[in-house]
């Protein structure tokens, strides 16, 4: 059983920065496939980046040269580094991970395990 809890949220400046983390335990860091996700009120919950087992990594159009995605086998921590933030990144931000890892990696469907999520807030 995979757990997630993510960290580093919180209230920042439209330009400013933030870092995410997760830490998850339950699987093999080097087989498991993982994803940042985020979801404001009202809307549907969408991928920000993923990055697979063997470390490839995409990201949605949104976020491309502002948000980096890495991961830390040896401490079991996936990281999301926010910069030049802006309004429309606030959300509730999610940490997604799966085992199987074949299915499309922007679909929230696609990862069995969550986190609790963490707010992020740009004003």
């Known amino acids: 059983h995979v757990q997630l809890v993510e960290s580093g949220g919180g209230s920042v400046q439209v330009g400013g920065s933030l870092r995410l983390t997760c830490a998850h335990s339950?699987?093999?860091?080097?087989?498991?496939?993982m994803g940042w996700f985020r979801q404001a009120p009202g809307t549907e919950r969408e991928v920000v980046a993923a990055i697979a087992a063997d470390g490839s990594i995409s990201y949605a159009d949104s976020v491309k040269g502002r948000f980096t995605v890495s991961k830390d086998n040896s401490k079991n921590t996936l990281y999301l580094e926010m910069n030049r933030l802006k309004p429309e990144d606030t959300a509730m931000y999610y940490c997604a991970a799966d085992l199987w890892c074949g299915g499309d990696w922007s679909r929230p469907s696609t990862f069995a395990y969550w986190g609790q999520g963490t707010q992020v807030t740009v004003s």
């Open positions: 339950g699987a093999t860091a080097g087989s498991v496939c």
